[in-house]
């Protein structure tokens, strides 16, 4: 498979190699034998503001694929914030364990430790396999932390307004390919279907679409299918299906050389990050398919947006109303693409760099 021979040849690159790769500024080593602790802190890009990123728990298979995952995560974090109109930089974090076992408080209070101690050029937020409890424990040890619980003045949980932001993205996908931005009859496929995926899934379900679910979690499956009427496939079977959209809600790389001869969908739009496996490749793959590929990174900035608005005040109709500007934004993309000659990931990194280097002119890092 490509994406083994892909992560072996990572493998083979020095930790230095891997950061300078894209350029990142810094990558923090975090452990603690005392709880078990083991992480790793990615920020790649402080131009526009302090590097904002959630806090993602996964069992990963090695070391080296920890560290794969957040630097590709932080440096789209940057590309996020930065063609969002967001003054922040791009970060992120990992913890390699199981979420559901390995955190306790003094776990989270400890990584809490690490994050104070880079002096508020990092913030963290929720992310898979953490929650707003566990930010409320970071928040014990440090002010760089957001996506709090409302109760203690945040935001809460910022999944609902990131599914917003995806919906508003497949939509104008939506118009681009089909001539109209109604899901009313479409036939969508969800792959994850957990905080995000979720409140996505409801929000095809108000219009009517024809929604077909996947996860690896069954307890959870079936209460969205019952809930939602979506029908349930399994994990493999999700790529071959017929559907007009395919929207991928859980972890990045599903689009890859494997998957791509079997997709048949016209639209990809969903909310999970670095969804495709090697934007090089797959992403001009795309183009010669005839799919249209909402970027990923654009049309997920809902959360981020919404914590964003925490730091400076909150006000959720406010970050609601920056996210419903995801649509038009996705739009640009695909003109700008058609315009270039190019796919539409390089087109919105185009746009992002542009920002940042304009900005780049007026003050230096964080």
Avoid at 89 to 95: L, N, P, S
Avoid at 136 to 148: F, K, N, P, Q
Avoid at 165 to 173: I, L, P, Q, R, V
Avoid at 251 to 260: E, I, P, Q, R, S
Wanted: aromatic share 8%; charged share 25%.
């Amino acid at each position: 498979m490509v994406e083994l021979k892909e992560v072996e040849v990572k493998r083979d690159k020095s930790v230095f190699d891997q950061i300078s790769e894209h350029n990142h500024e810094k990558v923090v080593f975090c452990h603690d034998k005392e709880t078990g602790l083991k992480a790793i802190i990615g920020i790649h890009n402080t131009v526009l503001g302090p590097a904002l990123g959630g806090t993602r728990m996964w069992s990963y298979a090695s070391e080296a694929e920890a560290l794969d995952d957040v630097l590709r995560l932080s440096r789209g974090m940057t590309y996020k914030a930065a063609i969002s109109g967001l003054n922040l930089g791009g970060g992120k974090a990992v913890i390699i364990g199981d979420a559901k076992k390995d955190k306790s408080e003094a776990f989270m209070r400890r990584y809490g430790r690490f994050v104070k101690n880079l002096n508020g050029a990092y913030i963290t937020a929720e992310d898979v396999g953490t929650t707003t409890k566990d930010m409320e424990y970071i928040r014990m040890e440090t002010e760089h932390v957001a996506g709090l619980p409302e109760s203690m003045g945040g935001s809460g949980d910022p999944s609902p307004v990131t599914a917003y932001g995806t919906y508003m993205g497949m939509k104008a996908a939506a118009k681009k390919a089909f001539g109209s931005d109604s899901l009313e009859g479409k036939k969508i496929s969800v792959q994850g279907v957990g905080h995000v995926g979720g409140y996505l899934v409801e929000l095809l379900a108000k219009e009517n679409a024809q929604i077909f679910i996947t996860d690896i979690y069954e307890d959870r499956l079936r209460e969205v299918s019952e809930k939602y009427g979506a029908k349930v496939v399994g994990m493999d079977e999700i790529y071959d299906l017929d559907v007009d959209i395919y929207s991928p809600c859980a972890l990045g790389g599903t689009v890859n050389n494997d998957t791509l001869s079997r997709l048949k969908c016209q639209v990809i739009a969903g909310s999970a990050n670095n969804q495709l496996r090697d934007e090089l490749v797959h992403g001009p793959a795309l183009v010669e398919k005839g799919i249209f590929y909402a970027p990923d990174f654009l049309i997920n900035a809902g959360g981020v947006i919404n914590v964003y608005s925490e730091l400076i005040g909150y006000n959720r109709e406010s970050a609601y109303a920056q996210t419903e500007r995801i649509y038009g934004y996705t739009l640009d993309i695909f003109e700008l693409a058609e315009k270039e000659g190019i796919h539409t990931q390089a087109a919105a990194m185009q746009m992002a760099k542009k920002r940042i280097e304009s900005i780049g002119k007026v003050h230096s890092t964080y």
